[in-house]
């Protein structure tokens, strides 16, 4: 008797033992990949939309998955590398001007403002008049200059992090071709894990209804990005902008990482209206408003919904709860989330309305 009791004592101290060393491996695991949460959200986003176009790539190259991967993924890198580039190349200018400027301003004084911040609708007089204030008493200048290092200082950070969160994208696009050139191969541990946890039946739909979620949340965002780049490439265009593709381009990307298109058109209406194109600036801002911010908040939940073949209430409640509560990858996590818990209702549903029947039939 006192054998036993040992012998179970034993085990259940070594089933303790297993249990925590259990834990702490999925929280050193936990800590390790949410490093690269962003990355293979991005990663996930791709792969899941472009896998129709990535296919009929194979197809054409023979279906040689290795090559059409590392074509996808050079053109991909070549897109969304030449925007930030220019971004950033632009960005390194108008912190060096603005640098060399506030120098010149320290030693020669204020400069004259030109005529098209002056004749400003509104702001334009209350501008100049405090603009004058501080050209007759450059000693207020000097006051200033915290506030000015300040702002060129978060300027300078909000750089850094466009160009990590471009780093990660591109990281994702690398990612994003590993899963398409290896197909539904990666698929079949997940398969085979739910079938030992869950059941033969029930496992491979609980993987199929995330599958569905993730396709739709993910054609979503990236159809919402196109549209939302074409409209901006439209309006940019109707405003007489120079570089309106390349703008389009980063609008695209900001909309797949969920900034959304004012941080793109709402500077572009300032430029505008600094040239003395007040006309333009109005509309620039109405349109984005109106067209682009509707765009954005309007149509990307109704196409994830009607995109990932669950009920559009389901993905909508998920991607908008998500969103809310995780941020970007919330949309992904909520979609999941709700489809799992929509397919398992169904599921016990089903059985509880076959078991009279089994019943009756014995």
């Known amino acids: 008797m006192n054998t036993f009791n040992t012998d179970q004592r034993r085990n259940v101290i070594e089933t303790a033992l297993v249990l925590l060393l259990l834990l702490v491996l999925l929280a050193s ?30 197809k054409l190259l023979g279906n040689k998955r290795k090559l059409a991967g590392f074509i996808y993924g050079l053109i991909l890198i070549a897109i969304v590398a030449l925007p930030y580039i220019y971004l950033i190349s632009q960005l ?15 030693t020669n004084g204020l400069p004259a403002l030109p005529e098209t911040i002056t004749g400003l609708p509104v702001v334009g007089e209350k501008i100049s008049t405090g603009w004058q204030k ?35 994208f591109i990281l994702g696009i690398i ?32 993987v199929d209804a995330s599958g569905r979620a993730v396709k739709g949340v993910a054609v979503g965002v990236m159809g919402t990005a196109f549209i939302a780049a074409i409209a901006a490439w439209i309006g940019f265009t109707i405003a007489g902008v120079s570089i309106a593709a390349g703008l389009a381009a980063i609008t695209f990307f900001c909309v797949v990482i969920q900034i959304g298109p ?30 682009l911010m509707s765009i954005d908040n309007i149509l990307k939940p109704v196409l994830i919904a009607r995109s990932g073949k669950l009920p559009i209430l389901v993905l909508f409640l998920g991607v908008i709860g998500g969103m809310a509560a995780w941020g970007f990858t919330g949309m992904f996590k909520g979609a999941i989330v709700l489809a799992v818990a929509y397919t398992m209702f169904n599921s016990w549903v089903k059985s509880k309305a076959e078991a009279p029947e089994n019943i009756a039939v014995r």
């Open 29 to 58: 695991l936990s800590t390790v990949l949410s490093v690269f949460l962003g990355v293979f959200t991005f990663a996930i986003i791709l792969a899941v939309a472009l896998h129709p176009l990535f296919e009929k790539l194979v």
């Open 92 to 106: 390194s200018n108008s912190i060096q001007q603005a640098g060399q400027w506030v120098a010149d301003a320290r």
């Open 262 to 291: 004012l941080l793109v058109f709402v500077p572009v209406a300032i430029w505008l209206g600094s040239q003395g194109e007040t006309g333009m600036a109005i509309f620039m801002t109405i349109y984005g408003i109106v067209v």
């Open 175 to 206: 990612i994003s071709a590993v899963f398409l050139t290896s197909g539904t191969k990666m698929l079949n541990p997940i398969y085979l894990a739910t079938k030992k946890i869950i059941g033969e039946n029930d496992g491979p739909a609980l």
């Open 134 to 168: 501080l050209q007759n008493d450059p000693a207020t200048i000097a006051t200033y200059e915290p506030q000015i290092k300040s702002f060129l200082g978060h300027l300078l950070t909000g750089g850094l992090g466009l160009i990590g969160s471009g780093l990660e």
